[in-house]
T-cell receptor, first 113, second 111 residues
């Protein structure tokens, strides 16, 4: 079956540090890949996505590249801010049907001033 | 344009009580979903509805029922609440693109 693996954290960084959150996946077929972010007390919202191999998704300074050869979609940001403190979910979706989304367990990021 | 709304925001139930979680979306999306979020387990799909008039089970449907009342509304019912159903419940919708849009969540505590 399909699965997404990411570390649970928490990941604690100082402001302006470089961020990497690893995500690897297992899927039958060719999935689309997503990063969702959940701020405290809120629902998830899409951060970025990539729909095919070698695509790079980017938004708000975050980037992730769809690597088919390593089945990975690692999230990176060059300089984090306190406002980036949140839980980050990697997810995949396969086309067709109702498009079930498989989520990772979420990685909590804490950025300290 | 409110997106996806959920009521209530918080609820405390006693074991055996029933309740309905309400969800509505104003984006004219066909597909709607109910998830539960538990520590260390991410989001797990309870039920989904690919279109008005259809519903199907997800990964963890036991103890829940759903109703797709119309295109906008998708409710989740707990007939006899159990402590194992203590969780945060999220409703989501999806249109022709692959992105899901989530509501703010309902925090449920079953004593």
């Amino acid at each position: 079956g399909n699965s997404v693996t990411q570390m649970e954290g928490p990941v604690t960084l100082s402001e302006e540090a470089f961020l990497t959150i690893n995500c690897t996946y297992t899927a039958t077929g060719y999935p689309s890949l997503f990063w969702y972010v959940q701020y405290p007390g809120e629902g998830l919202q899409l951060l970025l996505k990539a729909t095919k191999a070698d695509d790079k998704g980017s938004n708000k300074g975050f980037e992730a590249t769809y690597r088919k050869e390593t089945t990975s979609f690692h999230l990176e940001k060059g300089s984090v801010q306190v406002s980036d403190s949140a839980v980050y979910f990697c997810a995949l979706s396969l086309a067709g049907g109702y498009q079930k989304v498989t989520f990772g367990i979420g990685t909590k990021l804490q950025v300290i001033p | 344009n409110a997106g996806v709304t959920q009521t209530p925001k918080f609820q405390v139930l006693k074991t055996g009580q029933s309740m309905t979680l309400q969800c509505a979306q104003d984006m004219n999306h066909n597909s709607m979903y109910w998830y539960r979020q538990d520590p260390g387990m991410g989001l797990r799909l309870i039920y989904y509805s690919a279109s008005e008039g259809t519903t199907d089970k997800g990964e963890v449907p036991n103890g829940y029922n759903v109703s797709r009342l119309n295109k906008r509304e998708f409710s989740l019912r707990l007939e006899s609440a159990a402590p194992s159903q203590t969780s945060v419940y999220f409703c989501a919708s999806r249109g022709v693109q692959e992105t899901q849009y989530f509501g703010p969540g309902t925090r449920l505590l079953v004593l």
